[in-house]
């Protein structure tokens, strides 16, 4: 089984990002250091076995703090005097085997997708290479000293090349052992491989949204990028509502929130089940929110498997068919409505028990309740009822 590796050069002095030379791959991105960004893409990526990251002697401290607790990360080692010889310098401090793959990625492209990831590491398995390329759709020219067009050059063939490029371990080593015997300099892998002349270079595609941070306005496009991602991988929130009441008679066991209470005038809820109107309501709103069917036509009352059942067994059954469909539950909110008896001092049992068969915290399952004064057949004490609402997040 062959591994995969990411190796980082980031070592970049940043002479077009500012006025101090300092290394811009510590630039804050979204209140984290670009380079974070850059190698969480790598460290997230399941294909990934281990990121080594090589940066300038002066900022090995810096840049171990910008990625502490990053956990595939195997080393921060220091490069030498040009990006070449860093990537050589980090090809030997990895050791890989000759057949493992290695996606050699700038440390300034922190918006790498897990796509053009993919897209690297497949290739590499079918072709032996992959260098992520866009094709060129700007018409290209070439000027002189004194930007006097001396020709229109054309465009047909023309890629743009990012990084990731991906290689066997193998084929980058002999790349770079031949670069330096002959004293060929590149500006990246590929034109080393190049050099070599033994593995022919696939392109794949790459994505325009893998920019290279080079001047402070690129950051500003960085961070528009990011927001767009933030606000399309946000979680869909659904809302639902449920209603429901039931009579007050003599001789029945009164249940409310799963909670058993006994009731001064002897009296419980009429109904097939339980009769538990609060657990009813609830049932309906996740229902609702989920898009499902209602509580009555999952659940007939005239159906013997029903009769005298437990609602709390309703819950779960419900809450198994939400988790089903890969809802999760944020929060849930009842209002019993009930002349008597006093419902405050079974709220916090209430709570528990429906937190625990919907797996929420008791804070996020709101119970009131309230009498109807006096008022129709509620504020007569012929019934109790209950209104629910529930909300749901879906990614
Ligand atoms: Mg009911």
């Known amino acids: 089984m062959t591994a995969t590796y990411a190796l980082i050069p980031a070592a970049g002095r940043g002479a077009r990002f500012s006025t101090d030379g300092g290394n811009k791959v510590f630039a804050a991105l979204r209140g984290r250091p670009l380079l974070r960004w850059t190698v969480e893409a790598f460290a997230d990526h399941e294909g990934v076995d281990g990121i080594v990251v090589v940066t300038g002697g002066a900022d090995v401290a810096r840049c171990r703090e910008a990625l502490a607790g990053v956990v595939k990360l195997m080393a921060v080692v220091v490069g030498g005097g040009t990006r070449q010889e860093s990537v050589g310098i980090g090809l030997y401090a990895l050791g890989a085997a000759s057949d493992d793959v290695l996606l050699v990625h700038d440390g300034a492209r922190p918006l790498v997708t897990t796509a053009t990831i993919d897209r690297c590491i497949q290739g590499v398995r079918e072709n032996g290479s992959a260098v992520a390329a866009l094709p060129v759709h700007d018409t290209l020219k070439r000027a002189g000293e004194a930007q006097v067009v001396s020709e229109t050059v054309d465009r047909h063939g023309l890629w743009a090349v990012q990084t990731p490029q991906a290689f066997h371990a193998q084929t980058l080593l002999n790349a770079h052992v031949h670069a330096t015997a002959t004293g ?3 500006t990246d892998e590929a034109s080393l491989v190049e050099h070599l002349g033994d593995v022919p270079i696939h392109l794949v595609q790459g994505e325009p949204s893998n920019v290279k941070v080079t ?26 509502f449920g209603y429901d009441i039931h009579r007050l008679s003599p001789g029945r066991r009164l249940v409310l929130g799963g909670v058993e209470i ?28 989920a898009g499902l069917p209602d509580i009555g036509t999952l659940f007939p009352n005239t159906d013997p498997a029903y009769a005298g059942i437990a609602s709390t067994r309703l819950l779960q059954d419900v809450a198994a068919r939400l988790d089903a469909l890969g809802f999760q539950v944020v929060n849930v909110d009842m209002t019993l409505i009930a002349e008597a008896p006093k419902i405050m001092p079974h709220v916090a049992r209430m709570r528990e028990i429906i937190g625990g068969l919907l797996g929420l915290e008791p804070s996020r399952v709101g119970i009131k309740a309230t009498t109807n004064e006096g008022l129709g057949a509620l504020g007569q004490g012929q019934g109790i009822a209950a209104h629910a ?3 749901l997040a879906h990614s």
Do not use: K, N, W, Y
Not at 216 to 229: F, V
Not at 264 to 285: I, K
């Open 184 to 186: 060929f300099a590149g």
């Open 215 to 240: 001047r402070p306005e690129d950051l500003s496009m960085a961070d528009a990028i990011l927001g767009q991602r933030a606000v399309a991988g946000v979680m869909q929130t659904r809302v639902g």
């Open 262 to 289: 006994t009731d001064p005038q002897g009296r419980g809820l009429e109904g097939h089940s339980d009769a538990d109107v609060l657990l009813h309501a609830l049932c309906d709103a996740l229902l609702g929110a």
């Open 389 to 391: 609402v529930a909300s």
